[in-house]
């Protein structure tokens, strides 16, 4: 837990977050090692919220409005498909008319900008699945793409409808995790708004590529462990009240929030399996908050406790129920004879008992092709990029560019790079390092997480880039940018300080943090025309290069 103050109300107490828990019952005084007189073992375990409950919802709200206003507005330009838009744009669309992916001729991006979707390959009536398409990725990420086609038909604003509303929707949740772990609606909103201002996740937002679908399902699952986290202590606080402490402790019964973020972890593997890392890490960190939920409330077996009580349970929410997610979501490859290496011939003369073991086959076996795949990716690319260097903006990838006319100069420009703004991904550089160094000193669990969250979207690429040289793009750390920001908030409060720190102190932290939150909205309005395709003479195009050896 965080270092105790009296009188002091929360670990970033600054009087604008509302109280999640009211129930009187918990409220009992009980002994708390090394606590104050007028600590209670619910406010030990589940530090109360000071403030408005309608504020705990509607700052986070507005905050996520403005996110969605930047990133809606002017959704479909530039009219292009642009970068990998043309894999799963068409995918997408294939998904919604087939249920499974099929090859498209050779012009098919120009026939969409004409309007025209009849862009697949014609197949012999004798042979369904010739024209099957080899995709390299799970079929969810795909499937939230084709819901916007479908309601705003095969055009670039339709392709990207979805991904702009999940990026809006990972504010609002930031904003409320943040609040969560803070216990401040104030440092909530600074987080959501410094994620709604990040330029990676707002090119990403405003593209349809799958990363922006992977960030978000890693990023709900978060919080909803962060929420099974509360209401997990709450129930030890209110066993603690009303039974006798055993050696053990009680059982916890069902835990629908890390029911939700099973579904999520298993919702993230379903659209890129690199939230398989997630689920790993997630899984761990959950079952330490069980064992370390246990040790706070002072049971005498804590650890056995956790392997008794919690470990059976979370082997199913977090192995067993994303396992059944993500197989669900390839539900169109098993439902259809089109998808590559179906089979479907074969498995259909034999009866059901043979139709289910050899569809099972068909897809392991293609499974094993994709990893194939993965492993082997080391075809150079103009844009590739070492995840050494992600943290460090060195190589962003240009999305679009062209040179059109009508900017008033000789020499127009219109481009869109995928990159973060360089003030929030500098500020989050240092604020991990103060992270390591609060959990070093400290064992708070809110650094431990964002550092594990990390670490998880980040480490693991090292291995692939040194051993198998693989081809990686900075776009992949979209999932580590709301942990970053999860830092750069939890820096802010310990800048800022507790509500009984002098007066002036706070004043100064909130300037201090007031001006870096200044310069962020100012660097990105600076790269807004670059983000968002806008024609720009090329001198003015230039100077928004900051690093021009690695941005051009």
């Not at 990972?170 to 995790?177: G, H, Q, T, Y």
């Not at 990363?211 to 209401?231: G, Q, T």
Request: proline residues 7%; positive net charge; contains cysteine.
């Amino acid at each position: 837990m965080f270092p105790r103050v009296p009188g002091m109300r929360g670990p970033y107490d600054v009087r604008v977050a509302v109280t999640d828990y009211t129930n009187e019952a918990f409220k009992q005084p009980g002994p708390e090692p090394g606590g104050g007189p007028g600590d209670t073992v619910r406010d030990r375990l589940v530090p109360p919220m000071p403030g408005s409950v309608l504020w705990g919802w509607l700052g986070p709200l507005l905050v996520a409005v403005f996110g969605g206003v930047l990133r809606f507005v002017n959704l479909g330009r530039p009219h292009a498909v642009m970068f990998d838009e043309t894999y799963y744009a068409k995918d997408a669309f294939s998904l919604l008319t087939f249920g499974t992916e099929r090859t498209v001729v050779k012009d098919a991006d120009k026939l969409l900008m004409r309007g025209s979707t009849d862009i697949w390959q014609q197949c012999a009536p004798t042979d369904p699945g010739g024209c099957a398409s080899y995709v390299v990725h799970p079929p969810l990420g795909k499937w939230m793409i084709a819901a916007g086609e479908h309601l705003f038909q095969m055009t670039p604003f339709g392709w990207r409808f979805t991904a702009a509303l999940a990026g809006t929707l990972s504010i609002l949740i930031l904003a409320r995790v943040a609040r969560r772990m803070t216990r401040s609606t104030l440092l909530g909103c600074l987080a959501g708004l410094l994620l709604s201002l990040d330029g990676l996740h707002y090119v990403l937002s405003r593209t349809a590529l799958l990363d922006i679908f992977l960030m978000f399902w890693v990023l709900a699952a978060f919080a909803c462990l962060v929420a099974d986290r509360d209401h997990t202590r709450a129930r030890l606080a209110h066993h603690y009240a009303t039974s006798p402490l055993t050696d053990l402790g009680p059982t916890l019964g069902a835990r629908p929030w890390r029911i939700a973020a099973g579904l999520c972890l298993g919702a993230a593997c379903a659209v890129k399996w690199s939230g398989i890392f997630y689920l790993l890490a997630f899984a761990v960190l959950s079952l330490a908050w069980d064992a370390g939920a246990r040790r706070a409330l002072g049971l005498r077996r804590p650890y056995l406790g956790t392997a008794n009580h919690d470990l059976p349970a979370a082997l199913a929410t977090l192995s067993l129920l994303p396992a059944t997610v993500y197989t669900a979501s390839w539900a169109g490859w098993f439902a259809s004879p089109l998808g590559w290496g179906r089979n479907w011939a074969q498995a259909t003369s034999q009866g059901p008992y043979y139709f289910v073991f050899d569809s099972i086959r068909s897809w392991l076996s293609y499974h094993f092709q994709v990893l194939s795949f993965h492993t082997d990716l080391s075809t150079p690319h103009s844009y590739q990029s070492d995840p050494w260097t992600w943290p460090l903006l060195l190589r962003p990838v240009a999305f679009f560019y062209e040179s059109p006319t009508g900017c008033g100069a000789a020499t127009c420009s219109q481009a869109v790079l995928g990159v973060g703004t360089p003030v929030i991904w500098y500020g989050a550089l240092a604020a991990l390092i103060a992270m390591i160094a609060w959990y070093v000193a400290t064992r708070d669990w809110r650094a431990g997480a964002v550092l594990l969250a990390y670490a998880a979207g980040w480490l693991p690429w090292f291995y692939y880039a040194i051993t198998d040289n693989r081809t990686m793009f900075l776009f992949y750390a979209i999932p580590m940018v709301p942990f970053m920001i999860l830092a750069i908030t939890l820096t802010a409060g310990l800048i800022i300080g507790s509500a009984n720190a002098p007066q002036t102190r706070r004043m100064i932290g909130a300037g201090v943090v007031g001006a870096f939150t200044l310069l962020a909205l100012v660097n990105f309005w600076w790269l807004h025309p670059v983000l968002t395709g806008e024609v720009l003479t090329y001198a003015e195009w230039n100077a928004r290069m900051l690093f021009k050896k690695g941005w051009i």
